[in-house]
């Protein structure tokens, strides 16, 4: 990337009077410039400095939306309170870039509008854009949420795994497609009216995934619980324990509660020693780990491995009908899983994630996953413990959840008639989301055909984004002058004798 602002091909061949090429592919009258010759790339702090006592907005990471191009300014800080913390500085109408994974990768790009006094502070994980005049803000912002443009940046990120980023000189060297400035505004109005209609239909069918969502967990709760049977219903007790069960509905006659640790094995996993993976006397073998663990399925297409001791690999070996329930991560993970069906060999599982093992067949593993990820939801979040970042729930605790046992003979027509709703919320979730990608591809074809050129017609009476970038590209020259000449270093007048000047003051 050279930083040369380019034209585009309005008829003419070879280089221009203002030293810009021609550029095939573009509308006349339309450039490629980098972002580093159109914006200040982190800018250091404010146009103007806030007094102490001002009211600013503070902007973390969670304000900013994941590819609509806004944020929520509404949190107010006094500026005097933060001024020496380590946050980042932004104006009105600045272009903020997520540079850290995942929320690049998510989208999280937004324009500045509606600050509190003009000015923000925010996450360090933002790179701040601020154009020096030939880019609209928004026409930067939509530019920038293409998720063709995140997808180039992702081979250029670095740092750790799970703390990679985007650098800054990746963003300056990008380049850009320049629409004279009065076309800015046609695409920008155009996008917004175009994008409003496709957002709209976006939401409508996630409030309808939220809803078969909601449709599933009562059929589970309810039918795990005995709800859907035509039969008087009883309240029969439990065994007291040091858990907070909440108000547990009634159940039919024959029904029975039962404290999971009565009716099935349950045992934590393996906590990874770092220090013994090369230890020659261990074996290799798969493991899950939180990831994999879904509410009512698995993940199994990264699967990790482990070195463990062979006894320990013989007793954590999942098998068949083994029920895995996740025990740390966000406070809405705990207690959520599935049920494994042995799709690979010698596979076991991490200390993050529980093993419930039904003893003989007093209940269908089915029954005991759909109750975890109903009824066991809300229960483990009133029963798990909250760190500052992470949400738990111990061996001990789990073991207190009370599942409800139907008789033998009733389970597999209740697994029958529970597996019938979910295959059809299934359906209805898969053609709803084969909506959201056919949302998703129709953004990407209105953001090209927006950035091609393609979207609103050409003026040929607008001015060239190249007399544009010539003009801004003389202003930058004749300020990096003045400000040469002002920082040039005092002299004496000669005395004749060039070896015996003053040395600079």
Known sequence: MTGTAVEANNGGGGNSASG?????????GWAIATIGELCDVNPRGF?????????ISQVPMASVEAETGRMDPSTLVRYGEFKRKSLTRFQENDVLFAKITPCMENGKIAQARGLTGGRALGSTEFHVLRSRGALLPEYLTLYLLQRSVRKAAEPYMSGAVGQRRVPR?????????????????????????????VEAGEASVRTALNKCESFVEQILALGTSGALSHTDRFFTGISPADSDDGKLPDLPAGWTWRRLGEIAAVVGGITKDS?????????????????????????LDRVETIRVPPAKAESLRLVSGD??????GDRDKLGRGWVWEGQIDDCIHQNHVFRARVIGDVLSPLLLAWHANSFGKSWCDRNGKQTVNL???SLRKIKLLPVPVPPRDEQDNLVQLIENYVEQAEVFRQTAKASLAQVADLRAALLHAAFTGTLVPQDPTDEPASVLLDRLRAQRSAASTRSTRR???????????PGQGELPL
């Open 391 to 393: 949400a738990s729930i």
């Open 20 to 28: 810009v090429t021609d550029t095939p592919g573009l509308p006349n």
């Open 487 to 497: 920082r040039a270093p005092r002299t004496s007048k000669s005395t004749g004798n």
């Open 323 to 328: 029920v895995l329930l996740n025990e740390g």
């Open 275 to 299: 220090k013994k993976q090369g230890d020659p006397d261990y074996v290799e073998v798969p493991y899950l780990r939180v990831a994999n663990v879904q509410r009512g399925r698995l993940m």
């Open 169 to 197: 000189l990746y963003l300056e060297g990008l380049h850009i497609p320049v629409p004279p400035l009065a076309e800015q505004r046609r695409i920008v109005a155009r996008l917004d009216e175009q994008l409003a209609h």
């Open 47 to 55: 146009a103007e400095e806030p007094n102490d006592d001002d009211l």
